[in-house]
C-alpha cells in the first residue's frame, strides 16, 4: 500500500510538472494578449490626472481613446484586452498604475457578474506567457481561473502555430495604437458570429467582491466609473432581464453614467463577435461614451 501511495504522489508530481512545462512553453512574441506588457510600459510613462479603461475585448475593440483624449483634455488610456482574463485580475492589473487624482472607468462584460469573474483560459496565457505571476491569486479580490484543461490544448496549439505561416485575420500584439486601442481590424471585413445565449444568473460574490474594489480605489483618491458593453442586439435581447436587474444593483453602490440600451448595437456594427465593434460601431460607441462622460459632471467636453 505504502509503495502504491509513494507512486501515486510521484506520478501526481510528474504530471503537475509536465502542465507547468506545457504553460511555460515560449508562445510567438506577436501573440495578442502579450500586447499587456506594452500596455504596461505606457501606463508607467503616464502621470495623473489620466483616465484609464478598464474591462475586456469590449473595450480593446470597441473605444476611440485618441478622440476621448482629444474631447475631455486629459490623457485615456485603454487598458482592455480579454474579458477571459477575469474582471478581478483586470481590474488588480489596473490598480497598480493608479494615483489619486486619477478615474478609472470600468466597462465589463456582462458575463463577468455571472460565470466569468475568475476569468478562464486566457487568465492562464496572461500569467504564465505575460510573466504576470502575481495575477494567479488573490484571495480577497479573485480565485484561480477555470478552464485549465483547454487551456493546455490551446497553448500546446499555439506553441505548434509558430511554426505555421500566421493567420490574417488572428488578433496580434501590434495590432494595438500608443492610446491601447485595437485597431488592425478596423478596415477588414466583418466576419459570421453566433449571438450569445442568455446569461446565466449574477454571481453574488463576485459583485461584493467588485465593490469592495471601489471602495479601496475610492479611499486612495481614485475615482471609479462605470459604463457598458456594446452588445450585439440579438444577445442583448437573450439576456434583458438579467442585465436590467444587475443595473440596478451597481446604481446602489458605484456611479454608473450609462444605461445598458444605449450600447445595445445593431449586428451589422459589429466585426467578428457580439462584443467587438467595427470602424462604425467604434464611433457611434465612442459619441455614446463621450456624452455619457458629459452628463456626469467629471469633465468639461469639448463638442
Known sequence: MQRFLGKLLVF??????????????????????LAILDKHRLLEGMGSPKLVIAGGSNCAFGIDSQALTEALGIPV???????????????????????????????????????????????????????????????????????????????????????RPPNPLAYRRDGFNQYGDYIDHLDRENQAFASRLALSRLDQ??????????????????????????????????????????????????AVISRPETYCFPRDWFYDTAYHLNREGRQQRTEALLRDIARSGLFSTSP
Not at 470600468?106 to 478562464?120: C, L, Q
Open 12 to 33: 501526481g508530481f510528474l504530471f503537475l510538472l509536465g502542465i507547468l512545462g506545457l504553460l511555460l512553453l515560449p508562445l510567438p512574441s506577436h501573440t495578442y494578449n
Open 77 to 163: 488610456f485603454n487598458l482592455g484586452i480579454h474579458a477571459g482574463f477575469g474582471l478581478g485580475r483586470i481590474l488588480d492589473d489596473a490598480g497598480r498604475f493608479l494615483h489619486a487624482g486619477d478615474v478609472l472607468l470600468v466597462i465589463p462584460e456582462y458575463s463577468h457578474f455571472t460565470d466569468a469573474w475568475n476569468g478562464g483560459e486566457a487568465a492562464y496565457g496572461l500569467i504564465f506567457n505575460a510573466r504576470q505571476y502575481r495575477l494567479l491569486l488573490h484571495p480577497g479580490l479573485y480565485g484561480l481561473p477555470g478552464e485549465l484543461p483547454s487551456c493546455i490544448v490551446t497553448h500546446l496549439q499555439g506553441f505548434i502555430a509558430r511554426f
Open 205 to 254: 460574490k463576485a459583485l461584493n467582491r467588485f465593490f469592495r474594489f471601489v471602495e479601496s480605489c475610492e479611499a486612495q483618491g481614485i475615482r471609479v466609473i462605470l459604463s457598458y458593453p456594446s452588445y450585439e442586439e440579438a444577445s442583448f435581447a437573450a439576456s434583458t432581464d438579467l442585465i436590467r436587474t444587475l443595473d440596478g444593483i451597481l446604481r446602489e453602490q458605484i
